[in-house]
Structure formats: structure tokens, C-alpha cells
């Protein structure tokens, strides 16, 4: 696989005006629509930050700690550090408050996370009323991608167990990559997908594993 992903030391195509006629991507912007989902039920990124009262934070340092936490990561350590550097465009990088809901649970929500400090706790308040705990992340891990992936509604809420800084992926942003910089584009949705189809046989096994 490292081999595939050598192609990604190319310099990049230079930016370009986005002209929709041409046949740029919108495939992560009008997603939801494909699903008959309204687009006033879905949660941008930029709504959200509004919300939980995001601050911007300056981007060279939150990169290089990208870099130093994803380089631990035996799957994302496919992106090296120069197209890393490549996705400071795309991302906005930001601290939140403690106890702010990032994602909540059963919205739409077209963003995903990447945790750089602190803690994110992931919740489920289950059918029944249980609230269970699913996991408390760590620095590095990621959150929301699958809803960014399929445009499905969201499983679990994130919150801040204390003051975090992110790097946060919106739908507008993944279409500019897949316009801008395909192949980073290409390499991080294969990565991304690679990642949920390791925990999805993980939580399967799990369960299979379980006695009737």
C-alpha cells in the first residue's frame, strides 16, 4: 500500500476557479440531497463552530502535531509529512470549550474531526434510555468521518470532557481537495474508509464472539 501512495509527493495541481459546469465534484456538498434528506436539517461544520463557541488557533503548530500524532497511526501514517503540510488548506483548525457537544446524536451532520488535544467523550443514549459510554478518545483519533463518508445520520454525540483543539473536515472542503488535489483527496478517502472497515470487523467480532 505504501507504494500506492508514493504518487503523493507530486506537487499538486495549481487552485483553480471553481465552476460547476466544468464537472468539479460536489459529491460531499449535495450527498444528503441524494438521500431525501432536506438540506435545512443538515449541521454544517461552520454552524456547529458558531455553537459550541470555536476559536480559530494558529495552523503551523496544529499541522505539525497532525503530523506527529497521525505518523503513530498504522493507518494513517500512509499520508507523509509533506501532504500532511497539503492539508492545511482544506482544514480548519480550532480550541473548544469543555463540555460542548461537537456532534450530537441522530443529527446530519456533513464534517468530520480529528482530535489534537484533550478529550472527547463518545456517548449513546440508547432506545431504551440507557446512556452508555462508547469510548473517550484520545489525541489523534478521529470522529464523524462516516456520516462525512455516506451521508448517513449520526450514530453517537462527542463531547468535550475538557478544553480541546481540533482540526475539523467540512463537505465544502472535502469537494475542494477532490477539485484542487484529487490524488490527497483520493488517498484520504481510501484511508478514511480503510479505518471504518477495520473498527466495523472489529465490532463485529465482538459480537460474534458473544455466547447465544
Known sequence: MKS???????????????DTRSGDSTLFTTAFAGQGVEESVVVPW???????????????????????????????????????????????????????????????????????KGTIAVDRLQPWGEHLRLAETRPGDILGEMSLLDSGIRFSACTTLDECEIAALSAEAMDDMMNTDPRLAAALIALLARKLSLRLRAVSARFSDRPN
Open 46 to 116: 461552520d454552524t456547529r463552530a458558531l455553537e459550541i463557541g470555536a476559536k480559530r488557533i494558529a495552523s503551523a503548530p496544529a499541522v505539525a502535531t497532525l503530523q506527529a500524532l497521525w505518523a503513530r497511526d498504522k493507518n494513517m501514517e500512509q499520508l507523509d509529512p509533506l501532504s500532511i503540510e497539503r492539508l492545511e488548506r482544506f482544514f480548519q483548525f480550532v480550541s473548544v470549550p469543555a463540555g460542548r457537544d461537537v456532534i450530537r446524536q441522530h443529527e446530519y451532520g456533513n464534517f468530520m474531526v480529528v482530535l489534537l
Open 4 to 18: 500506492w501512495f508514493g504518487f503523493l509527493r507530486a506537487e499538486p495541481a495549481a487552485p483553480r476557479a471553481r
